[in-house]
Each structure stands twice: as structure tokens, then as C-alpha cells.
């Protein structure tokens, strides 16, 4: 397949915002691509590269070679540029990606290399998020699309069973856990009180304390344990105390669900930047494991489980000291204590769980409900303005974006500077300038890329944010580097605060 068909697509798909067309255009290029072509394609209609890493950049790109004036690219050859380009290291590795940039980029026509940049730096803005891309692939492959999803959350990706789609329904369906596999978590609504969490669940209820920690996911298969996080990166060897645990539960094979969390010595949670250190180095404070969920143990898959079950296993096999202080109770009034609990020994709030709800991987439905006595929102930075005064050189009031389900793109709410502490501020001003797209006389635009958690007061209605909606009293709680873009919270959410 040339890469010409899948740009005019991707400009196709962003040209309207009818979710059936868009779901249309997209399921007509997958039926067209070729089994060696299928995960490359996949990967570029939704607007991603395979590469995790390639060494590009907005400024490594901003100089391009004269376009082409015919097409000529083929999607393998395009895929197995950026494959080489991701390899290189060492000295001499920054002219080779120049070189071999210029290579690539100098057989691209203009709308080709317009589209390639953006895919690059991951700023093509089409509309095409993953659900559109699973739905398109249900409709290219005549199967029916529940089971690709649960296919695609166990197997970590959409890309990773695109060609088995294409085998049938029954292919799909054997897909399962396995174990060492890391698969998409399972998510939670949110509710503004835990008497409105317990209607949201149905009572009886799990009620765990929230811990302000990293979500990770532990296998282990004999001597062999995997740690990853909730975007399936795999840091087991940043998390040496978390592999101890594992190696000590009286299990030879299981997946267990939990959080790595750092605690000073009276037992109260440290900043979370402390425990988010950790999963870009293995140095820094050390972390404690606690788990609340287990999806396979010894043979036994509990997916399919309720969680009253999946907790009889859980605690059979992993001691109360290395456990989410937990909850089962069908009185409100109790739930409400027991939240009251967890906010003074410092965490964030509980999650409410419905005790007959299964494991539902990568989906954020009613059997799980966080409930936090502070409105927080995951939002990503759009821009960020350059302070004055004591912040004269620094980057400091951010412009904040919501994820909009529909488009794809970002829908700006408001600024915040309130907040950011010095060691903040220097922080995100290297960053953010390693995010630059391009700038005027007094903010600097940014990739989409940063999430950060913005608590606030309240949404109120505004003529000045094209979404028609603004945050009161925004401020920035933490930056969250383990959560992308793709995981912020959208304009519905927001929505359904500013009719509440």
C-alpha cells in the first residue's frame, strides 16, 4: 500500500466530524492493506508510530528537502525507515538520522511529508483514536467488534491482533491472558461523593483506599517477574522491592494488580513526584507494593471472575501487609467513615467496587468509582507563557487542554500559574522548551503530550474558550508522567460537571 492512501485517509477521517463516516473510510483502507502491511497501517490511521522512540523532533524537522512531485512511498519501506532511524545510537547517530531523515523525507510529496512530520513529533490530529480504529477493524474484518476489544486489551494493543481479526471471530475469542503479557488496566468512573460511588457500583461494595502511588501490573512465571505500568512499560528492574514481593507470595504463576508507593517512616504516602522518580530511575526513595486485584493465579484465569472472588484469591495469597486496606460493606454511612479514614492517614480518597463486576480491561465503566474530596482533572498542556517578576526567564502560567473524543484534538479551558513551586517551575521550563512547536513574543506552543492534574473548585460557562466551558480556580497538583494524552480526561467530562 502506498502511503499516499493512507494520508488521503487520514485527511478524510479529519474532514468530518460523523463518527459512521469516519469509522467508514478507515474500515475501507484496512480491507485494502495486505497481512504484512495490516500493523503497519493500523498503527498510521491511527496516527501513532510502531517506534516507541526515533530520535525525531519539531526542530529536527523544521528544514525539509524540497518535496517530491509524485508519490512514490510504500507503507513497509516508510515504516522500515523509522525502524532504522529508532536504532541508532552513539557518536555519529545524529547525522545518520539526518541523513537518512532527508532520504525519507526528500521522496515525500508535500501532503506526504506535511503528514509524516506530524505522525513523527505525534501531531497527527484526525479524529482517529483507538475505539474508531477498533471499530473499523471489526467492520473491515466482519467480526464482531466486543470481542476484538477484549482481544486487543488482552493482547496490549489494536495493532497486536489486526491481522488475526482478519482469521475470524474464533481466533479473536482464543486470544487470552497470558502470563509475562502485560494487558490494559481496568479504570474508574469518578463520583462526587461516596454515597453516589455506592449507588454507581450497587451495593454491596469493596471500598479500597486510593493510594497516591504508580499502578503496576506484576506477573510472575516461576523465577521470572515483569513489572509494568498502567501504559504497559515494562520497568521491573527500576522496581527491585516490588520484584522481592512477587518472589515471595506462595505462587509459581500470577498477574497482580496494585500500586508501588512510596511512605515515610510514620507511614504517610511522600509527594508523588518521589514515587514517580522511580519509573525513570532505579535510584531515589524506595517504594512499597500493595496490591488489590488478582486476574490469574496458578492456572486459574479471574477475569471472567467477580470481584468478590478475585478478593478470596487475593487474599489467600498475598498477607495483609502487602494489601489495600479495604472495605466490604453494604451501609453508606460505614463507606463514608471508612473514606474519612483513608483522608487522614493522607491518601487520596477510596475507590468503590461493585462486587459482581469482572475484570474489564482498558474500559472505565460503573464497576469501579474513585471518589476524591478535591475535583481533579488530568489535562494536558497546549502552550505555556513565559512568568515576570520572580518568574522572569522561567516558563510559568500553562494553557490547559481537555481530550475531545470526537475530534481527536484538544479543547483549551483555561490557564493556571497557582500552584508551581520553584523546583516545578524549573522543571517544566526545560521540558516544556523540549515540547516547543513554535512560539510568539510571549508563549511558547507545545506538543500535546504533558499530562498534569489540575484541581479546581468548579466549571462555570465562558464565551472566551471555544469549548464554552472554564475551570474556577484551577491549580496544578503534580505533573503525571505515567498517564499520556490519550488517557486525559475529555470535554464530556467536563460537561457533565459544568450541568451537575
Same mark, same amino acid.
Given at each position: 500500500?502506498?502511503?499516499?492512501?493512507?494520508?488521503?485517509?487520514?485527511?478524510?477521517?479529519?474532514?468530518?466530524?460523523?463518527?459512521?463516516?469516519?469509522?467508514?473510510?478507515?474500515?475501507?483502507?484496512?480491507?485494502?492493506?495486505?497481512?504484512?502491511?495490516?500493523?503497519?497501517?493500523?498503527?498510521?490511521?491511527?496516527?501513532?508510530?510502531?517506534?516507541?522512540?526515533?530520535? !525525531?523532533?519539531?526542530?529536527?524537522?523544521?528544514?525539509?528537502?524540497?518535496?517530491?512531485?509524485?508519490?512514490?512511498?510504500?507503507?513497509?519501506?516508510?515504516?522500515?525507515?523509522?525502524?532504522?532511524?529508532?536504532?541508532?545510537?552513539?557518536? %555519529?547517530?545524529?547525522?545518520?538520522?539526518?541523513?537518512?531523515?532527508?532520504?525519507?523525507?526528500?521522496?515525500?510529496?508535500?501532503?506526504?511529508?506535511? $503528514?509524516?512530520?506530524?505522525?513523527?513529533?505525534?501531531?497527527?490530529?484526525?479524529?482517529?483514536?483507538?475505539?474508531?480504529?477498533?471499530?473499523?477493524?471489526?467492520?473491515?474484518?466482519?467480526?464482531?467488534?466486543?470481542?476484538?476489544?477484549?482481544?486487543?486489551?488482552?493482547?496490549?494493543?489494536?495493532?497486536?491482533?489486526?491481522?488475526?481479526?482478519?482469521?475470524?471471530?474464533?481466533?479473536?475469542?482464543?486470544?487470552?491472558?497470558?502470563? %509475562?503479557?502485560?494487558?490494559?488496566?481496568?479504570?474508574?468512573?469518578?463520583?462526587?461523593?461516596?454515597?453516589?460511588?455506592?449507588?454507581?457500583?450497587?451495593?454491596?461494595?469493596?471500598?479500597?483506599?486510593?493510594?497516591?502511588?504508580?499502578?503496576?501490573?506484576? #506477573?510472575?512465571?516461576?523465577?521470572?517477574?515483569?513489572?509494568?505500568?498502567?501504559?504497559?512499560?515494562?520497568?521491573?528492574?527500576?522496581?527491585?522491592?516490588?520484584?522481592?514481593?512477587?518472589?515471595? !507470595?506462595?505462587?509459581?504463576?500470577?498477574?497482580?494488580?496494585?500500586?508501588?508507593?512510596?511512605?515515610?517512616?510514620? *507511614?504517610?504516602?511522600?509527594?508523588?513526584?518521589?514515587?514517580?522518580?522511580?519509573?525513570?530511575? @532505579?535510584? *531515589?526513595?524506595?517504594?512499597?507494593?500493595?496490591?488489590?486485584?488478582?486476574? #490469574?493465579?496458578?492456572?486459574?484465569?479471574?477475569?471472567?471472575?467477580?470481584?468478590? @472472588?478475585?478478593?478470596?484469591?487475593?487474599?489467600?495469597?498475598?498477607?495483609?501487609?502487602?494489601?489495600?486496606?479495604?472495605?466490604?460493606?453494604?451501609?453508606?454511612?460505614?463507606?463514608?467513615?471508612?473514606?474519612?479514614?483513608?483522608?487522614?492517614?493522607? #491518601?487520596?480518597?477510596?475507590?468503590?467496587?461493585?462486587?459482581?463486576?469482572? $475484570?474489564?480491561?482498558?474500559?472505565?465503566?460503573?464497576?469501579?468509582?474513585?471518589?476524591?474530596?478535591?475535583?481533579?482533572?488530568?489535562?494536558?498542556?497546549?502552550?505555556?507563557?513565559?512568568?515576570?517578576?520572580?518568574?522572569?526567564?522561567?516558563?510559568?502560567?500553562?494553557?490547559?487542554?481537555?481530550?475531545?473524543?470526537?475530534?481527536?484534538?484538544?479543547?483549551?479551558?483555561?490557564?493556571?500559574?497557582?500552584?508551581?513551586?520553584?523546583?516545578?517551575?524549573? $522543571?517544566?521550563?526545560?521540558?516544556?522548551?523540549?515540547?516547543?512547536? #513554535?512560539?510568539?513574543? $510571549?508563549?511558547?506552543?507545545?506538543?500535546?503530550?504533558?499530562?498534569?492534574?489540575?484541581?479546581?473548585?468548579?466549571? @462555570?460557562?465562558?464565551?472566551?474558550?471555544?469549548? *464554552?466551558?472554564?475551570?474556577?480556580?484551577?491549580?496544578?497538583?503534580?505533573?503525571?508522567?505515567?498517564?499520556?494524552?490519550?488517557?486525559?480526561?475529555?470535554?464530556?467530562?467536563?460537561?457533565?460537571?459544568? %450541568?451537575?
Amino acid at each position: 500500500m502506498q502511503l499516499t492512501e493512507v494520508v488521503v485517509t487520514s485527511a478524510t477521517v479529519g474532514a468530518t466530524r460523523s463518527r459512521k463516516a469516519k469509522v467508514a473510510a478507515l474500515a475501507d483502507r484496512l480491507t485494502e492493506a495486505r497481512p504484512d502491511e495490516l500493523e503497519i497501517v493500523t498503527c498510521y490511521l491511527a496516527g501513532s508510530l510502531r517506534q516507541r522512540r526515533t530520535g !525525531l523532533g519539531w526542530r529536527s524537522l523544521a528544514a525539509l528537502p524540497p518535496p517530491a512531485t509524485e508519490s512514490s512511498l510504500e507503507v513497509v519501506e516508510v515504516d522500515a525507515a523509522f525502524e532504522r532511524m529508532s536504532l541508532l545510537t552513539g557518536p %555519529g547517530s545524529a547525522a545518520a538520522r539526518a541523513a537518512a531523515t532527508a532520504a525519507l523525507f526528500g521522496r515525500a510529496t508535500e501532503a506526504e511529508q506535511h $503528514w509524516l512530520r506530524g505522525v513523527a513529533v505525534g501531531e497527527v490530529r484526525q479524529g482517529a483514536l483507538d475505539a474508531l480504529v477498533q471499530e473499523a477493524l471489526a467492520a473491515a474484518a466482519a467480526v464482531p467488534l466486543p470481542v476484538l476489544r477484549r482481544a486487543a486489551m488482552l493482547a496490549g494493543s489494536t495493532v497486536a491482533i489486526s491481522r488475526l481479526a482478519f482469521e475470524g471471530a474464533e481466533a479473536l475469542a482464543a486470544v487470552g491472558l497470558e502470563v %509475562g503479557r502485560p494487558v490494559l488496566p481496568m479504570l474508574a468512573a469518578s463520583a462526587p461523593t461516596v454515597a453516589a460511588a455506592v449507588v454507581k457500583a450497587g451495593s454491596p461494595v469493596a471500598v479500597d483506599t486510593k493510594l497516591d502511588g504508580i499502578r503496576v501490573q506484576v #506477573h510472575r512465571d516461576g523465577d521470572s517477574v515483569v513489572v509494568a505500568t498502567r501504559t504497559l512499560d515494562d520497568i521491573t528492574h527500576r522496581l527491585p522491592e516490588v520484584v522481592e514481593v512477587a518472589r515471595g !507470595l506462595p505462587a509459581r504463576r500470577f498477574v497482580l494488580d496494585g500500586e508501588a508507593i512510596s511512605l515515610g517512616e510514620d *507511614g504517610r504516602p511522600r509527594p508523588f513526584q518521589e514515587t514517580a522518580s522511580r519509573t525513570a530511575s @532505579q535510584s *531515589g526513595t524506595a517504594v512499597s507494593a500493595y496490591f488489590f486485584d488478582l486476574l #490469574h493465579v496458578d492456572g486459574r484465569d479471574l477475569l471472567d471472575a467477580p470481584l468478590d @472472588q478475585r478478593l478470596a484469591a487475593l487474599d489467600a495469597l498475598v498477607p495483609a501487609a502487602h494489601r489495600v486496606r479495604r472495605l466490604v460493606t453494604d451501609e453508606v454511612e460505614e463507606a463514608e467513615a471508612f473514606a474519612r479514614e483513608a483522608l487522614a492517614a493522607g #491518601h487520596e480518597g477510596v475507590v468503590v467496587k461493585s462486587l459482581a463486576a469482572p $475484570w474489564e480491561a482498558g474500559r472505565r465503566g460503573s464497576g469501579w468509582v474513585k471518589v476524591k474530596p478535591v475535583h481533579t482533572l488530568d489535562l494536558v498542556v497546549l502552550a505555556v507563557e513565559w512568568g515576570s517578576g520572580r518568574r522572569r526567564g522561567l516558563l510559568s502560567n500553562i494553557h490547559l487542554g481537555a481530550r475531545d473524543p470526537a475530534t481527536g484534538d484538544f479543547v483549551m479551558l483555561g490557564k493556571t500559574f497557582k500552584g508551581m513551586t520553584d523546583e516545578m517551575l524549573a $522543571w517544566q521550563t526545560e521540558r516544556f522548551l523540549a515540547l516547543e512547536t #513554535h512560539r510568539d513574543d $510571549w508563549t511558547v506552543y507545545l506538543r500535546p503530550e504533558q499530562v498534569v492534574e489540575i484541581a479546581f473548585d468548579g466549571v @462555570q460557562r465562558s464565551t472566551r474558550y471555544p469549548g *464554552g466551558m472554564a475551570l474556577r480556580f484551577a491549580r496544578v497538583v503534580r505533573y503525571r508522567d505515567d498517564k499520556t494524552a490519550a488517557e486525559a480526561d475529555t470535554v464530556d467530562t467536563l460537561a457533565a460537571m459544568k %450541568g451537575a
